[in-house]
């Protein structure tokens, strides 16, 4: 069965300071990975999506980034982060044999201070 | 375009009531449509999708929905609501892509309180 992961669960960092955030899928292969934001009272919004190693889409400007190293790896990164930038992030996939669905990992509480 | 929208921010039901929080969707094509749930501080966990496939889609947790077209509505119930069916719930529409990708466009979300 396929299982996604994200670390860390939650992270408390400095306005200016770096970012990255982890995110894998396991027991499948070649999926769309994406990553979502959900600020309070905002909803889900889409950020990043990929089809594959290397394959990036943004889908709004900001000072987020996305990278796909590896089939089943999605990282978010981020140089200097802003008060704005606090939220949840999910990181989510969808099996390209599959259904349209996607699935969801756990998340991660991002507070900027 | 495709676009989802839920009537009612916040529902509220006691305990063994019944549950229906209401989604509406726009699309061009035959939609795909989920509902997913969210507990606090947790990911989203898929509860029910329309393929087409039939009319009345059973979810899990005793939650099922039905696909009106005419109504282009995509109504989430359950019969008898519990304690733990308190969280929020979310409603989406795929938007597909030629390149074998597709896009969620989800709703803002249904908060739903269960009173004893």
């Known amino acids: 069965s396929q299982t996604i992961h994200q670390w860390p669960a939650t992270l408390v960092q400095p306005v200016g300071s770096p970012l990255s955030l982890e995110c894998t899928v396991e027991g499948t292969s070649n999926p769309n990975l994406y990553w979502y934001r959900q600020a309070a009272g905002r909803g889900l919004q889409l950020l990043f999506y990929s089809v594959g190693i290397g394959q990036i889409s943004s889908e709004v400007p900001q000072n987020l980034s996305a990278s796909r190293p590896q089939d089943r790896q999605f990282i978010l990164s981020s140089k200097k982060l802003l008060l704005s930038d606090s939220g949840f992030y999910l990181c989510?996939?969808?099996?390209?044999?599959?259904?349209?669905?996607?699935?969801f990992g756990p998340g991660t509480r991002l507070t900027v201070t | 375009a495709q676009s989802v929208t839920q009537l009612g921010s916040h529902v509220s039901v006691s305990e063994g009531a019944l549950v229906l929080l209401r989604c509406n969707y726009s699309s061009s094509v035959p939609p795909y449509l989920f509902w997913y749930v969210q507990y606090p501080n947790q990911g989203l966990q898929l509860l029910l999708k329309y393929t087409s496939a039939a009319t009345l889609v059973k979810g899990i947790n005793g939650f099922e929905a039905e696909f009106k077209k005419s109504e282009t509505s995509f109504h989430l119930t359950k019969p008898s609501a519990h304690m733990s069916d308190a969280a929020e719930y979310f409603c989406a529409v795929t938007l597909l892509f030629s390149g074998g990708y597709n896009k969620l466009i989800f709703g803002a979300g249904t908060r739903l309180a269960v009173h004893p």
């Open positions: 989510a996939w969808r099996g390209r044999l599959q259904g349209n669905e996607q699935y």
